[in-house]
């Protein structure tokens, strides 16, 4: 492992502070040198073993994340939760069964995800009224600043938010690591696009509700 050249250089001042200094005998300059190989030896391995855990985290996470790919994948059912929203009232996707639904990710933080939201609210107001719902996904840790965001932006669909940020619970769960993430259900909760952006929101939509 590397011993950095800057380790080399503090190496070097201790080595001539002490001779300097104190003006050691060849006994007590060899058990300097001990000292400082030891140091080295204690640096390397446990730069080692931080380098083998990070290896083996990022494993973990390839793999969860392919997992996780694998179970949203267009044409497979969503996988439902039951947890609870902003008001403190029930909230899962099987609760929307027969209607189209927008599973959006999203935080007010997020450039991208505000960008967006002019398309998904023309969509909403569009077509809610003939079958299409969203249920948003905060990762927001400002409980206070995102109801606000809500009011101010005329989002009254129902949102889940736990305040923890990327460690959302959600977010988790189906591997999302980079937001917005949208998926697109149709009525039997089966994942039929995914990640639309721009006037392809509204043009999907359109497909299944004004063919009806």
């Known amino acids: 492992m590397v011993w950095s050249e800057q380790h080399t250089m503090s190496e070097i001042t201790i080595r001539t502070t002490y001779k300097e200094k104190l003006r050691p005998t060849l006994a007590q300059e060899r058990l300097l ?15 080692e073993q ?13 793999r969860f ?3 996780a790919e694998l179970k949203l994948a ?3 059912v969503f996988p439902d939760f039951d947890e609870k929203d902003l008001a403190n009232k029930p909230l899962s996707v099987g609760n929307y069964k027969g209607k189209v639904v927008l599973v959006d990710f999203w935080a007010t933080w997020c450039g991208p995800c505000v960008g967006e939201l002019p398309n998904v609210l023309k969509t909403y107001e569009k077509y809610h009224s003939k079958g299409f719902e969203i249920v948003g996904i905060s990762l927001d840790s400002d409980k206070t600043k995102l109801t606000s965001f809500m009011e101010t ?8 938010f736990d305040g923890k940020g990327w460690g959302n619970k959600l977010a988790g769960k189906y591997g999302v690591g980079s937001i917005p993430a949208t998926f697109l259900l149709d009525r039997e909760g089966k994942i039929i696009a995914k990640n639309l952006r721009g006037e392809a929101l509204e043009a999907e939509v359109g497909k299944i509700l004004d063919s009806k």
Do not use: D, F, P
Not at 153 to 160: I, L, N
């Open 33 to 47: 040198e001990g000292v400082l190989w030891r140091c080295r030896e204690l640096y390397n391995t446990a730069l």
């Open 50 to 62: 931080r380098i083998v855990a990070w290896q083996r985290q990022r494993i973990t996470i390839s």
């Open 65 to 67: 994340q392919q997992e």
């Open 74 to 76: 267009i044409g497979k």
């Open 153 to 160: 932006k005329k989002m009254t669909w129902q949102q889940y």
